[in-house]
């Protein structure tokens, strides 16, 4: 067992690490005092913000994946999924997420491979 590095709860099992600090949820994985993205993730993202998500049993959608934890602003990317009996069936786009609270989040969509601000 180990300790939340954000909130210092205990820690049974995680999926959330970033090198040896482990989180308990996804709202400490991102939790920053910065209020916002930096200015290396809004260059590389849209001002498209990240959808609603909704589930059920029988279907409904959901950000999935934790990548690239940004060391300034601790936003991660994550990918908008419509799921059919909790199985994703497809895969949308990236968005780049800071949550807010435990299940409120800001997002951007991140810009295509190969696309430049001007």
């Not at 090198?19 to 994985?29: A, H, I, W």
């Not at 990240?50 to 990317?77: I, N, W, Y």
Request: glycine share 6%; net charge positive; aromatic share 12%.
């Amino acid at each position: 067992m180990s300790r939340c590095a954000v909130c210092n709860k205990w820690i049974l099992w995680s999926s959330y690490r970033d090198g040896e600090s482990q989180y308990c949820s996804v709202f400490c994985l991102t939790y920053s005092g910065m209020p916002g993205f930096c200015e290396r993730c809004v260059a590389e993202t849209e001002d498209v913000p990240a959808p609603d998500t909704t589930f059920s049993t029988f279907g409904g959608s959901r950000l999935l994946g934790k990548q690239d934890r940004c060391p300034v602003c601790h936003s991660v990317v994550r990918r908008h999924v419509y799921l059919a009996l909790v199985i994703p069936i497809w895969w949308r786009t990236r968005y780049r997420v800071i949550y807010t609270s435990r299940d409120r989040y800001v997002g951007r969509r991140l810009r295509a491979a190969g696309t430049t601000v001007r």
